[in-house]
């Protein structure tokens, strides 16, 4: 149910076109979050190296600004955003 709630921010209220531009663009958000997460999960306990897992939690923190620009409409700098990284 949060994951539905969370890939719908921002959809609301759009053209059908619109709102699945978001939609999509929250999914590869979140999917790119869940992978960065989990690299750094690995370097952090698995590796146990801690200065890159930190570096790799930083970024995985700043791919979720995407779903967070998303969130408050503003869906062309949260695309920006994400390819800037």
Request: cysteine-free.
């Amino acid at each position: 149910m949060i994951l539905k709630t969370i890939i719908n921010k921002g959809a609301t209220e759009l053209p059908f076109a619109a709102a699945s531009r978001i939609r999509t663009t929250n999914v590869i958000g979140l999917i790119t979050v869940f992978i960065s997460l989990l690299y750094s999960l690995n370097y952090l306990i698995v590796i146990g190296n801690q200065t890159v897992g930190l570096i790799n939690l930083i970024f995985t923190i700043a791919y979720a600004g995407t779903n967070l620009l998303t969130a408050i409409r503003q869906a062309k700098i949260a695309k920006i955003w994400f390819l800037s990284y």
